[in-house]
């Protein structure tokens, strides 16, 4: 981090919002712009992010909510929501950079748990649980780290759309723990209790 010049010591941080989608290129170049001048120590600057879907802002359809839709349907949630995990654990800025440089100079689909897998492997601070694989029940892709407090977090994308009309079945852990692909869930997963 720079340091703040002697004349902008006393200065209050400039302080704004800045409404964001991870898919929009304008939020990338800002994102920069705002990086360099906080890396500069030329004028302090406290920016809050806030997530804003263009999906949901342009979409036709009265009352659809990016929240309510499908993973397929709602391009950009999944980084928005590993985003915000982060921020809970102080790591926003980061997190946030290196979500949009994957997303717009390395043109990563960063709604793939693979790429969040990738990240969260090189980042050193997590420790990977079990994953990546297919659940059998629900379908979803999933990827399970644990944060340093040691909360178990499964980081997923592509589920089944389950509602009423489908029942509910209750079925033995043995085979909830299975999957259509992937490795078998390790000991330290099955023996884990969160705090």
């Not at 010049?5 to 712009?33: G, K, N, T």
């Not at 302090?44 to 263009?54: M, T």
């Not at 689909?109 to 079990?130: C, K, N």
Request: hydrophobic share 40%.
């Amino acid at each position: 981090m720079a340091s703040v010049r002697p004349d902008q010591a006393a200065s209050p941080a400039r302080r704004f919002d800045v409404f964001y989608d991870y898919l929009c290129p304008f939020v990338y170049r800002a994102s920069v712009l705002l990086q360099n001048v906080r890396d500069s120590g030329e004028r302090p600057i406290d920016v809050r992010w806030r997530y804003f879907s263009l999906i949901q802002v342009n979409s036709k359809d009265e009352g659809w909510t990016v929240w309510d839709a499908v993973d397929s349907e709602a391009r950009g949630r999944l980084a928005f929501k590993a985003a915000e995990a982060a921020r809970r654990q102080g790591g926003f800025d980061n997190f946030h950079m290196a979500l949009l440089r994957a997303r717009h100079e390395q043109r990563a689909d960063i709604d793939d748990v693979a790429v969040g897998h990738d990240y969260l492997a090189q980042f050193g601070t997590y420790e990977h649980m079990w994953g990546i694989g297919r659940h059998v029940l629900g379908s979803q892709v999933y990827d399970y780290w644990a944060d340093p407090w040691g909360r178990v977090h499964e980081h997923w994308a592509d589920s089944d759309r389950l509602n009423l009309a489908n029942g509910s079945n209750l079925v033995p852990a043995e085979e909830a723990l299975t999957s259509q692909w992937g490795e078998a869930p390790p000991k330290k997963f099955i023996d884990h209790a969160s705090p």
